[in-house]
């Protein structure tokens, strides 16, 4: 699976952004979908993701902010920023989690995409 992600910027806080990432390859397969950010020494994290079954996983401090969504047909998936505040500011990348084999044996992979820089100026 390729990501290629784009959308990010500089905004101003309380603007809004959305990022997008366009999947390719073995998409099919794709079982979990959606974004993690990392900003200056801190470690990745959790920002959203969207599983095959529709389920949606938020990070506490984009709930109400982000929304994650997915265009099938396109197989792209969507960060909806609003609200953006200074603390939103890191490099985003795009994630999926493949997962594939027998119902005994499963297995998992995990791709990520390049970044994309997102600035929030306060």
């Known amino acids: 699976v390729q990501l290629q992600a784009s959308g990010g910027g500089l905004v101003q806080a309380g603007g809004s952004l959305r990022l997008s990432c366009a999947a390719s390859?073995?998409?099919?397969?794709?079982?979990?979908i959606g974004w993690y950010r990392q900003a200056p020494g801190k470690q990745r994290e959790l920002v959203a993701t969207?599983?095959?079954?529709?389920?949606?996983d938020y990070a506490d401090s984009v709930k109400g902010r982000f929304t994650v969504s997915r265009d099938n047909a396109e197989n792209t998936v969507y960060l909806q920023m609003n609200s953006l505040k200074p603390e939103d500011t890191a490099v985003y990348y795009c994630?999926?989690?493949?997962?594939?084999?027998?119902?005994?044996?499963?297995?998992?992979?995990?791709?990520w995409g390049q970044g994309t820089q997102v600035t929030v100026s306060s």
């Open positions: 994630y999926a989690q493949t997962k594939y084999g027998p119902v005994e044996r499963i297995y998992t992979d995990d791709y």
């Open positions: 390859g073995r998409t099919r397969s794709i079982n979990v």
């Open positions: 969207l599983s095959s079954s529709g389920n949606t």
